[in-house]
């Protein structure tokens, strides 16, 4: 099965994710598409297993394996959590509803260290970009905020949310270039230490809930290959095969 294929046709969940999702669109926005696949069961039977992620079909477009997607999501994972939030639902089915039942189990403190290791990262690259051009890329110091904020206010209430809100024109403002850098690192800073006091008192469990997702991961799979099985017999009906029996 052609990897475009297991996206067109097994397709259980799919959303628009960047600026759109949180609320950060300008009339210049590209519209990012993230997906889960449900891979029929029989594919893992074989000596080539169906790919863990598909880039496409179409720009601006990536989806991943439901099983892939929910260890990433287990490790808190920022990209998939967000993804999980968005509130902007393209395409859902029963499994997609029923994960997205399980948001919360994926949920724990470990969003601290993810959340906060990522944002460093790229802000080590805003810092290398000062050192190179002498400016940052300011779209990238924007979503650098809106993202400790995030972390901040998921680890005070034990939800993510990712629409910016009231926060919308200040962030556009930096991305604009008319807020000056020292500004950003100072809001940076004070973010960081919001959220490392906010991971003292989150109502987080300490833990994503394992089983819980393991025995979603469970079922999807035996009913796939259940579903198989039946869609085999009757079309070895309809071909005159007839019924075995044992």
Known sequence: MHPADLVRD??????????????????????????????????????????????????ERFSWELERFCELALRGNPNILECLHSPLVEQLTDTGSELLSLRGAFLSR??????????????????????????????????????????RDLLRTGELHL??????????????????????ESRMTRLAE???????????????????VAGFLYRVRRDSAQSQAHHERVEGVLRGDGVRQD
């Open 163 to 184: 629409d910016v809100g009231a926060e919308r024109e200040s962030l556009l403002a930096v991305k604009r270039g008319e807020v000056p850098w020292p500004e950003i």
């Open 10 to 59: 097994h397709t259980v969940y799919a959303c628009v994710m960047g600026s759109r999702a949180f609320g950060l669109a300008t009339d210049a926005s590209d519209t990012d598409r993230r997906g889960v696949f449900l891979a029929p069961t029989p594919l893992f039977w074989r000596f080539e297993k169906p790919p863990t992620h598909v880039e496409g079909p179409g720009e």
């Open 110 to 151: 470990r969003t601290h260290a993810t959340f906060t290791g990522y944002a460093l990262g790229q802000r080590r690259k805003l810092d290398a970009d000062i050192r190179t051009t002498g400016a940052p890329r300011w779209k990238h110091a924007m979503h650098l905020l809106r993202l400790l904020t995030s972390a």
């Open 194 to 212: 919001e959220t490392d006091e906010a991971l003292l008192r989150t109502p987080l469990p300490e833990d994503p809930d394992h089983a819980r």
